[in-house]
Structure formats: C-alpha cells, structure tokens
C-alpha cells in the first residue's frame, strides 16, 4: 500500500534557522509529490509540488523541496524561518495509473520562536 | 474573490441529526474533492466528482452522500449523525481529475456532533 511518513510531529527552530521538515513515502510506481501549508484555522495551501523533471522544486514563501527517488525522499526546507511560518506542514502523493486523490503524511507542527 | 468556498464554517448539532455542507468553485475547474480531517489532523479523501460523475468513492458509511448538482458545486449530506463524525470537512478543486493536477482547499467546515 502507498503511504507517506513525516519524521517529526512537532519541529521548533529559532528564528533565522533552517527549516527542515522530512516526508518519505512508499510507492512501487512514480510519485507525484505535494508540500502543503495549514495555518491555523484556515485551509491548505500548496507550497509547492514535484511531477517530473527537475528534482529541485521551489515554492512559495522561501521553501523548496528535493525528490530524491533513490532515498524515497522529499524533504521540505528553508534557509531561514520566519516567526510567519508557524503552521502545520503536510506531505502528499499522488500516484501515476489512478485518479488525483491526495495521500497524506500525518503532518508536522512547525514552532519559530525568537 | 473566494476561489473555494464552502458554508457553514462552523456546524454543531446533535447526534441522529441530519446535516449539509455546501462547496462551492469559481475556478472553472471540472474536479472537486471531500476531505476529512479528523481531531488528529490526519487528513483522508472522501469522494471525489469529475464534470459531477462520482470517480473517487473511498471507504465512507453510506450515511454519507455526496451530490454534484453542477460541476462548480459539490454538497455533503450526512444522515444520523455520530459521535465520530465531529471532524473539519475540506472541500478542494482542480483543473482535471488527471494525476498530479494542483487541489485547491476550501477554508474547511468544523462539525462538531453532541
């Protein structure tokens, strides 16, 4: 069965640090990979997505992703955070051969404090 | 100008009541989705319509119905509500029901069962 895994229910870091947030997933066919964003309260923003090509994707607000196929791997981060980015993070797949239906990790709480 | 919009925000009823969330897209797109996030935040898809065919129907009690009386609109009706069905009901759009194609969330329904 398909899964994603985030290491970490809860990360902190200090303002101006970097952020990692780590996501593995289980599939036999090619992923597609999603970083969503939850403020509290409200819905899901994409933060950004891998589909093929380039491996390095940039997304919004300063954050960026890496597939790396052969650690079955798509690690979230940013070089430097923002008291702004506290929020929930999700991971996300969605699988090649079915239809769009979105695949949760159990997500992460980021906590910036000065 | 709301992309997803979905009412009520906030919903408490009694148990063995039966209620409805509404979702709305003014996207133009021809894909909407039901999520559930339970008290855990642990997100998992529901149902999911293309240009109002149900393609996506997961593991949910058939007390739960989905209607797509257009393909901007995609309702919830719950019967009997539970206990267990207390939860923030997302409602999400994209462009197609191809794979990889960007969801965009709604701000969520917060069911609250007494």
């Known amino acids: 069965a398909q899964s994603v895994t985030q290491l970490g229910s809860h990360v902190s870091v200090s303002e101006g640090a970097l952020v990692l947030l780590r996501c593995n997933y289980s599939?036999?066919?090619?992923?597609?990979l999603f970083w969503y964003v939850q403020y509290p309260n409200q819905g899901l923003q994409l933060l950004l997505k891998?589909?093929?090509?380039?491996?390095l994707v940039k997304g919004i607000n300063g954050f960026e992703a890496e597939f790396k196929k052969s650690e079955t791997s798509f690690h979230l981060t940013k070089p430097s955070a923002h008291m702004s980015d506290a929020a929930e993070y999700f991971c996300a797949v969605t699988l090649s051969g079915g239809y769009n239906k979105l695949i949760f990790g159990a997500g992460t709480r980021l906590a910036v404090h000065p | 100008d709301t992309a997803v919009s979905q009412t009520p925000k906030y919903l408490v009823t009694q148990m063995g009541n039966d209620k409805s969330i509404k979702c709305e897209q003014n996207?133009?797109?021809?894909?909407m989705y039901w999520y559930k996030q339970d008290s855990k935040k642990f997100l998992k898809i529901m149902f999911s319509?293309?240009?109002?065919?149900?393609?996506i129907n997961e593991t949910v009690p058939n007390r739960f119905s989905p209607k797509s009386p257009d393909k901007a609109h995609l309702n919830l009706h719950i019967n009997s509500l539970e206990l267990g069905d207390s939860a923030v009901y997302f409602c999400?759009?994209?462009?197609?029901?191809?794979?990889?194609?960007?969801?965009?969330f709604g701000p969520g329904t917060r069911l609250t069962v007494l």
């Open positions: 319509y293309n240009n109002k065919e149900l393609i």
């Open positions: 891998y589909t093929t090509g380039a491996t």
């Open positions: 996207l133009g797109h021809d894909t």
């Open positions: 999400a759009s994209s462009q197609s029901s191809g794979i990889g194609d960007t969801q965009y």
């Open positions: 599939s036999s066919v090619p992923p597609y």
